[in-house]
């Protein structure tokens, strides 16, 4: 089976590709040339950055905002902005406020102290935006540029948190619904039921769609996570415990890919040195990932960003782009 085999398409469905691993091991290349090869394929393809620290800009040369931007034909990027993220939560609990007209200021406070108990709004936005395309099915496939591993366990956690989170939220409703029927002849201003009820169903309908993205994440023909390393220890026992972390989520790892690898020829000590070192932890690498797909990708002569160099790395991972194949019947 060659690499690129591990792509699933289905028609009118969006497959989620999660490109993680330490820092600094190259994520944002790889999944910039995953992007490019698969909108080459002719895939309609979303990469999103959830790394606060973006490079998908340098990588691909170009502005790319909160927003889908396009970069080339089949081909768009998104850079989670945190702070325009912030200010679209707080308009989201606004809205939610003139809904409930029987919640204070005091309970909207509490929401927003429980939603800062969240991993952050950095994986907040992230998922924010899964649950967008996963329920548009606008892309045929989106990849996430992770953030470091830490970051993007917490991220993959957010999916329980939140559906936890609306649960607390959806149950303090409810008893606020229950005293304002109670004390609606006395108290005429507690509000509208017609707009309390649509403030519980709208409560609803987002619990429904985590726990749709849940089911969509754990679903190995929708989502995959491919884990790139660098030949060196701490990279791969991060990499080792990160995976195990994964299947706590019911997400597993089926490829991994092995970055800046020193080409054979070398004509310095210290090159020959770090080669030598560098094969010894490939033999380490396959024994703890055989049972998954490994690739390698060599350490090029120049920088890697621009679409020239970008497509050589994914020449070298996937093989030239085919031509566009006919989409899989349902």
């Keep these: 089976m060659a690499f690129k085999d591990l792509f699933k398409f289905n028609k009118g469905k969006t497959t989620f590709v999660f490109i993680g691993g330490k820092g600094g091991v190259g994520k944002t290349t790889v999944s910039a040339a995953t ?54 939560y707080k308009q989201k609990m606004e809205e939610q406020a003139t809904l409930n007209p029987g919640m204070d200021m005091g309970m909207m406070q509490e929401q927003m102290d429980m939603a800062s ?87 609803e309908v987002t619990k429904k769609k985590i726990r749709e993205a849940r089911a969509v994440m754990a679903d190995p023909d929708r989502t995959s996570f491919k884990m790139v390393v660098i030949p060196e220890e701490m990279s791969i026992y991060e990499s080792e415990r990160a995976m195990e972390a994964l299947k706590k989520f019911n997400i597993y790892s089926d490829g991994v890919i092995v970055n800046q690898i020193l080409p054979e020829e070398t004509d310095c000590e210290f090159c020959e040195s770090r080669r030598k070192l560098q094969q010894e932890r490939l033999k380490t690498i396959h024994e703890k990932f055989g049972g998954q797909l490994i690739a ?9 960003k621009g679409f020239d160099t970008l497509k050589q790395v ?10 566009p194949a006919p989409d899989k019947a349902e």
């Design 35 to 88: 992007a490019l090869w698969t909108a080459q394929q002719g895939k309609k393809t979303l990469i999103i950055s959830t790394d606060p620290a973006h490079s998908l800009s340098d990588s691909f040369e170009r502005n790319i905002g909160h927003e889908p931007t396009p970069i080339k034909e089949n081909l768009y990027a998104v850079e989670i902005d945190p702070e325009v993220a912030m200010k679209e």
């Design 117 to 203: 108990m969240s991993p952050g709004i950095d994986e907040a936005a992230a998922f924010d935006k899964f649950l967008q395309y996963m329920i548009t099915d606008e892309y045929d496939i989106v990849i996430f540029d992770t953030a470091p591993t830490g970051h993007t366990l917490r991220f993959l956690s957010f999916p329980e948190m939140m559906d936890s989170w609306v649960g607390k939220m959806i149950k303090i409703r409810r008893q606020i619904g229950s005293m304002a029927k109670a004390f609606k002849n006395i108290m005429p201003f507690m509000g509208d039921e017609e707009e309390e009820d649509r403030a519980l169903e709208d409560m």
């Design 314 to 323: 994914a020449e070298i991972l996937y093989g030239k782009p085919a031509l």
């Design 296 to 304: 390698e990708v060599p350490l090029l002569n120049k920088e890697v």
